[in-house]
């Protein structure tokens, strides 16, 4: 293949610009803030699911203290209205009087053993409405944490972007002095090893940092200036330029 030295030359450009965008690439790839939110939001959703956990929780004591104090309410009830009676005087007869003070003091007890129920779901209560409200706390907080690191990532990714684009806009007038053919070359080479083409410098190729050999270095020597050369090591485009040691 030929190509004027020139059109070569700018192939040095071409593979810097190219460098520059895949160095962006990975910065993209490799933002810091990225690992972060992903172990923040796998934080939050571990949270959110115990906060709907302890939620539901606390819902369900929250029912069944209110079915315990209905039950509380229901013997009190009864309760008062056996002394009503009682106290009323309208039971005369002694069986009766003793069967109802038996079945008021039995509602006592059942009234009192209740209200140790009523207790002991309201302590649980309350230790499951604190849980929930420290698992949302957490949460929230997480949440404001995530958010500003999606912020920094957020700034850094469109502070990436610009720069990409100011590099795509000097390859593209890179591309349009080089030559179909050698743009062509160079694209298949860049896709196979990374780099596409390199510098011939002081005698050694700076793709794959090889030192030619002497028969190589006269057979550059000896090639036309326009001929397009390529490392017989790494088989990248060899470019030739006043520093190339020839």
Excluded: F, W
């Amino acid at each position: 293949m030929k190509a004027a030295p020139a059109a070569q030359k700018r192939l040095l450009d071409l593979a810097e610009l190219d460098s520059v965008l895949d160095r962006l690439a990975h910065r993209r790839r490799t933002l810091p803030e990225l690992a972060v939110i992903d172990e923040q939001s796998r934080q939050y959703a571990q949270l959110a699911t115990q906060a709907i956990a302890a939620e539901t929780e606390a819902g369900d004591l929250a029912r069944e203290q209110t079915k315990a104090e209905n039950d509380v309410d229901t013997v009190r009830i009864r309760a008062e209205r056996d002394q009503k009676r009682l106290d009323s005087g309208m039971v005369t007869s002694p069986k009766d009087l003793s069967s109802l003070q038996s079945e008021i003091a039995s509602l006592h007890r059942r009234q009192g053993d209740l209200e140790e129920v009523v207790l002991e779901i309201m302590e649980r209560r309350e230790a499951a409405d604190a849980k929930v409200n420290d698992l949302v706390a957490k949460r929230d907080e997480l949440a404001t944490t995530r958010a500003a690191a999606e912020d920094r990532r957020d700034a850094a990714l469109a502070e990436i972007g610009k720069e990409a684009a100011d590099a795509e806009s000097r390859r593209s007038d890179v591309v349009a002095e080089i030559p179909a053919d050698l743009l062509a070359l160079y694209e298949k080479l860049r896709g196979q090893y990374g780099v596409g083409a390199a510098m011939l410098h002081g005698g050694r190729c700076m793709g794959c940092k090889v030192s030619l050999s002497i028969a190589d270095m006269n057979r550059i020597k000896a090639a036309p200036h326009d001929e397009v050369l390529r490392c017989e090591e790494c088989r990248r485009i060899l470019v030739r330029t006043p520093e190339s040691g020839i």
